[in-house]
């Protein structure tokens, strides 16, 4: 799975010249760890591990304009006109639930937002077409929240390379809970798997 996901990413993102180029340097970076003998001095694993630090950050930085490269995934800004505001401390819960007096505008808003910053790879109307997971499957509630914070404010990554991007760095907080209140109208469990 984990595989096919990287296999996908890489076909969908080597079409232009400089992305195969730059998928070519990425591989010549050696990722794996080197080999270690019991005689290697404390300073020289050192110096290997910080080398391999370096090696590994070099490879994300070339990885994430690769992730982006292709026109469609281009972050868009999200307009929260009307949103409550949250401040810059990340929630652990999705403010905009249906308690909230703004939920249904916020649905509005996270449907667009998704569509301009996640749909290019976790597909239209959150249905993947298999480069991400399929996020209809996320839980609803809190356990789900957390799980989707995470991912959101941390990105994902493989061996350097940049799976998906840290979204917190592109859209605001209370445009990923508006996105989180409208994947939720989508979901497997509220929509029974229809
Ligand atoms: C460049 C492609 C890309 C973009 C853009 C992207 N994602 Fe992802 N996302 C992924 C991939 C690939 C994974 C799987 C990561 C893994 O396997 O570790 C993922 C995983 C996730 C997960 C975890 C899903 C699960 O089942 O565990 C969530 C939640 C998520 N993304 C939300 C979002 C949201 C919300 C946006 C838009 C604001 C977004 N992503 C934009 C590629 C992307």
Redesign the pocket.
């Given at each position: 799975m984990?595989l096919l996901?990287t296999k996908t990413?890489l076909t969908k993102t080597a079409c232009t010249k400089t992305a195969r180029t730059k998928t070519a340097l990425i591989k010549t970076i050696p990722t794996t760890t080197p080999p270690t003998n019991s005689f290697t001095t404390a300073s020289q694993r050192f110096t290997n591990l910080s080398g391999q630090v370096a090696a590994i950050a070099l490879a994300t930085l070339l990885a994430a304009p690769l992730?982006?490269s292709h026109g469609d995934?281009t972050p868009q800004p999200v307009d929260i006109k009307g949103l409550e505001l949250l401040g810059d401390e990340w929630l652990e819960e999705n403010p905009y639930r249906e308690d909230h007096p703004q939920h249904e505008l916020a649905v509005d808003i996270g449907a667009r937002?998704?569509n301009s910053?996640?749909a290019?790879?976790?597909g239209l109307e959150a249905k993947s077409g298999g480069?991400?997971?399929d996020?209809r499957?996320?839980e609803n509630g809190t356990w789900g929240d957390e799980?989707?914070k995470e991912?959101?404010t941390n990105g994902?990554e493989?061996n350097g390379r940049v799976?998906?991007?840290r979204?917190s760095d592109y859209?605001s907080q209370e445009g990923?809970w508006a996105?989180?209140t409208w994947?939720e109208t989508v979901s497997m469990e509220t929509t029974q798997g229809q």
């Open positions: 984990t996901i990413l992730a982006w995934v937002a998704y910053n996640c290019a790879c976790h480069i991400a997971p996020l499957e996320l799980w989707y991912l959101v994902a493989r799976l998906m991007p979204m859209v990923l996105i989180r994947l």
